[in-house]
Structures are given as C-alpha cells and as structure tokens.
C-alpha cells in the first residue's frame, strides 16, 4: 500500500515458505522472480515445472513461452504438460462437474 515499504527479502522469503508448503501461486511467482528480474532462467524453470505439475495454468504457458524461447527443452515440457493435465485430472469429480454444469444453465 501507500506508504508502506517493500520488502523484496520478506516477500521472497514468505514466498519460499507458501511454495514449501505446496503453494502453486506463490511457486509460479518465484520462477516469475527469478525469471524476469533476476536472469535465472534455470531455476525458474525449476519452479514453473513444479508449479504445472501441481495444476498452475499460468506456469504451463510460461514453460511454453521458455520452450519457444530455447531455455526449456522438448522432454521437459512434454512431462510438465503430462503433469500439469494428470494434477487437472486428478481434480475432477462428478460433484464439481455436476456443478458447474448447474451454473451453466442460469
């Protein structure tokens, strides 16, 4: 907010601590840190793998966009695609499909 200092440092760290604990938001935005403001395109990719795998829509299109840039390969991101639709599959129910069929009808 206004007024208020940025703690970049703090912000990481809490960061680290959400992805640890299997945050897929907070993994996507350290492989966005890393890629864009600190050049490391390796770990990004590291995060942005662990992030797809974990059903991060926006992760997989960053790994798409590294790929077509050269700094992923083909092999991992065919597995962080078999991930990132297994990680979608896994939750899928009747019960969240019945739903969002009844929300489809109003």
Not at 16 to 29: Q, S
Not at 36 to 55: L, P
Not at 65 to 84: F, I, M, Q
Request: hydrophobic share 40%; no cysteine.
């Amino acid at each position: 907010g206004q007024g208020v200092e940025r703690d970049m440092k703090k912000a990481v760290h809490h960061w680290e601590e959400a992805a640890i604990g299997g945050h897929p938001g907070a993994r996507f935005v350290l492989g966005a840190n890393d890629a864009f403001y600190g050049s490391k395109f390796n770990r990004a990719v590291k995060h942005f793998i662990i992030a797809a795998s974990q059903g991060h829509d926006d992760a997989l299109e960053q790994l798409k966009e590294l790929y077509k840039n050269g700094k992923v390969t083909k092999g991992e991101l065919a597995a962080a695609l078999r991930a990132h639709q297994a990680a979608v599959d896994s939750t899928k129910s009747s019960q969240k499909e019945a739903a969002a069929h009844a929300t489809r009808i109003f």
